[in-house]
Structure formats: structure tokens, C-alpha cells
């Protein structure tokens, strides 16, 4: 995982709560992202930082807000969990010149 | 249209066969990757190319710049190598991934 960590591993929550997933690197990559992994459509981007405080929206960020106040934590929340968000969450993390590194996802069930 | 196109979908194959998975793209890119991913497993990087070919062991992947196309081979495969492979490619800041290919070897 080359020092990509993500917490919680598994998380329950119930519709309407917020729910804050962290990513920590150790490796000083610039870029992160957050993807979601459901059946059917792969991985796909909610969104990515490509500094400090410096973030962008992806293909599916309706519903989530990320900050990056820090090089090493990218924080990725959803405001007021719904039911479509249950899915697997992964975070990614390069240099842009050199492979990427991912984190080893969590599972985000939300009843 | 996906950016990135994978085929096949789902492979199975025999332990010790010669396995070929493909990936086309539509986008300029600045290198693509392969990963492989275990069930409920996290993803590992495989290789990131952005032209020629690498081996590593038993997998070989190779990249066709001009035909935006790219395949990775397993020789000798075996059970272990059972797994879903992603093929993504990077952009200016960002990565898209293809649909994967799940393999299955028998033993």
C-alpha cells in the first residue's frame, strides 16, 4: 500500500448522519482521490486534491465534500448519508509522474 | 462511451494457459496502469507504462501509443493470479479506470 492508509476500514451508519472517511499518506504525493467501487460501474472519481487546499470535483462528487488542509490527510464526507452511498470507498494517491498507490478502501453500509 | 474500454469482461481459463487482457482508450493520456485487485481485497499496481513494455515475472504489459492500445499477458497462469484486473489511464490530474476483467483459473 505504499503508506496509504484509510480509516475507518468498515463504517455503518444511519440515513442522514454525517460520516467523515480519512485518508493518510506517508509518502508526500501530491495528488489524492477518492473513488467509489460498486458492482456494474467500476471505480469511479467523487473527488481529487492536487495540493494543499487545492481540490476539484469528479464524475460523481454530488452528495460529498473533501478537504486537504494538510499534505498527508485527504478527508472525504457525505454531508447526510443516504442509501446510494453505501459502496466501497478507495483512496488514491501519486506523484502524477510515478504509478499510483491506493489505499485498502472502506466499506460504508448506510441503512 | 467508457474512456477506457477492457476485454474481456470475465475470462476463465486453465491453470498453466497463456491469458490476454485488452484495453483500448479514447483519451490522450500521459501513461496507463494495470492493477489487479482480490476479492474484497484492496488494489495493488501492477505496472504503469507509457510506452513499450514491462515484465515483471509472469505478467508482461505493453502499450501501443499510437493504436491507444494496451494488453497485459499472464504466462503460466495459475490459481493465485484469480483476481480482477483494472486497466486505468492517467490524465492531466486525474486517472479513469476501465470496467475491470475478472480471471478465474482452475487448477
Known amino acids: 500500500d505504499a503508506g496509504i492508509t484509510q480509516s475507518p476500514r468498515h463504517k455503518v451508519t444511519e440515513t442522514g448522519t454525517p460520516v467523515t472517511l480519512r485518508c493518510h499518506q506517508t509518502e508526500n504525493h501530491r495528488y489524492m482521490y477518492w473513488y467509489r467501487q460498486d458492482p456494474g460501474h467500476g471505480l469511479r472519481l467523487i473527488h481529487y486534491?492536487?495540493?494543499?487546499?487545492?481540490?476539484d470535483k469528479g464524475e460523481v462528487s454530488d452528495g460529498y465534500s473533501v478537504s486537504r488542509s494538510k499534505t498527508e490527510d485527504f478527508l472525504l464526507t457525505l454531508e447526510s448519508a443516504t442509501s446510494s452511498q453505501t459502496s466501497v470507498y478507495f483512496c488514491?494517491?501519486?506523484?502524477?509522474?510515478?504509478?499510483?498507490?491506493f489505499g485498502q478502501g472502506t466499506r460504508l453500509t448506510v441503512v | 462511451k467508457n474512456e477506457v474500454e477492457q476485454s474481456p469482461q470475465n475470462l476463465t481459463a486453465q491453470e498453466g494457459e497463456f491469458i490476454t487482457i485488452n484495453c483500448s482508450y479514447s483519451?490522450?493520456?500521459?501513461?496507463l496502469h494495470w492493477l489487479q485487485q482480490h476479492p474484497g481485497g484492496g488494489i495493488v499496481s501492477l505496472f504503469m507504462?507509457?510506452?513499450g513494455k514491462k515484465k515483471h515475472g509472469r505478467l508482461i504489459a505493453t502499450i501501443n501509443i499510437q493504436e491507444k492500445h494496451s494488453s497485459l499477458h499472464i504466462t503460466a497462469s495459475h490459481p493465485r493470479d484469480s483476481a480482477v484486473y483494472i486497466c486505468?489511464?492517467?490524465?492531466?490530474?486525474?486517472?479513469?479506470f476501465g470496467a475491470g476483467t475478472r480471471l478465474t483459473v482452475k487448477p
Open positions: 483519451v490522450g493520456i500521459s501513461a
Open positions: 486534491s492536487y495540493g494543499v487546499k487545492d481540490t
Open positions: 486505468a489511464v492517467s490524465l492531466a490530474e486525474d486517472m479513469r
Open positions: 488514491a494517491a501519486t506523484t502524477g509522474i510515478t504509478e499510483a498507490f
Open positions: 507504462l507509457s510506452s
